[in-house]
């Protein structure tokens, strides 16, 4: 694992290894790439929002009880109020009867206070009055409202439930850092909370480039086919948690491209591009961008994803324009390439603890060929395969073996790791990890992979 969290170096057992054919010394590894986008990353300024809009996002700052919780002794059942010590010997054989002096909703307000003798009717939450110590279960009587028959002696201090018992006033509820899942959105509210500062989710623009892609549904025409990569980036910073802008795609024309990124650059904090960054005579993202000198254009060693583009707009006065994040076409290179670069900006944009997707060790079932002197990102199937035979889809583990069933990965396409195949690609739950130096993968080698689903 690098210094960054992100793995990609071991392929074990029989794979082969050379350094014939590697890509020229200026191309950047794909560590040194991921190291120069999170130096440029900082998480989005805090702001203030209500626990409405809290889900998701992550804290800025510590979540301290505004009051005890529960704030008052309280019932933890429907039920009877009582003093212990008028029940004890109370059994179906002895049953007891008090006379009901009050009759006690969640929400009230009111505490009569109990003399020995003496019980009121509750319900769940409500407060505890004063003098009684227990609760008696309605299923332990016989629901009497004027007088009522106990036929079970409680147990001390049964059914209370104390204040202060879950937090105490100024505890520490939830760290700066931690997610806003629900449970924790339901803790803050509980420790009287209304709003909470947290670290917004980024503005993302996504564009498609390309003069041959349509609107999905739409005719086509020879030469044209339709726009997935819009698509597929758009639901990828929404399921990393940003908000996406899905633009769609642009043609082929610098002043078009030129003027729509000027004009999203004051209004997002990231702008995603896929085509156009390679060196072909059209590739229009490149044309646009290179020129400004904010933006690095070159090689990484990695496959697919090969030719990236990263840098910022230009800044307006002191605030620095939005982060720009230029990616190859192909749908599967534009894939690979989120998941590697992009994702992980947007998580320390959001302040996340976890920038990177989790890992685990398995089995290649299916072998294959990887390029040299370029990290390949395969994308695969992950299943967990029993003594059996029995295979199963497999989102989780943490190794080559799960609870007596191994973890298997073959590629999601018949073929491999090719940069435009997005039919193979909607099959995979991972991505293999091959490092730069190895040209075969092997069956029964142990491979790193990433799990994307």
Known sequence: MNENGHRHDH????????????????????????????????????????????????????????????????????????????????????????????????????????????????????????????VVPIEDTDQGTDLVTVVRAPETAAHVRRAGEDAHAGDRVLSAGSVLWPTRVAAAASAGTGSVLVHPAPRVAVISTGSELVTPGSPTHRGQIPDSNSFLLAAAVTEAGGVAIRVGAVPDNNDTLGALLTDLAGTVDVIVLSGGVSVGAYDVVKAVLQPLGTVHFGPVKMQPGKPQGFGRWPATGNVPGPLIFALPGNPVSAFVSFEVFVRPALRRLLGHPELHRRTITATVADGWKSPPGRAQYMPVIVTHRTDSGTATGAGTGTGGTRDGAQIEVRPASRGGSGSHLVAGLAQATGLAVVSEDTTHVRGGDLITVMLTS
């Open 11 to 134: 392929v074990h057992a029989h794979s082969e290894r050379t350094d014939a054919c590697a890509p020229a010394a200026s191309a950047r590894t794909v560590t040194d790439q991921l190291a120069v986008i999170l130096a440029d990353v900082k998480p989005m300024v805090p702001v203030r929002v209500s626990l409405d809009a809290a889900r998701g996002l992550v804290l800025a700052e510590d979540v301290l009880s505004a009051t005890d919780t529960p704030p008052f002794d309280n019932s933890a059942m429907d039920g009877y109020a009582v003093i212990r010590a008028d029940l004890l010997g109370a059994s179906a054989q002895n049953p007891i009867m008090l006379p009901v002096v009050a009759d006690l909703a969640a929400g009230t307000a009111e505490n009569p206070r109990l003399v020995p003798g003496q019980v009121a009717r509750i319900m769940t939450g409500a407060p505890i009055p004063d003098g009684a110590d227990a």
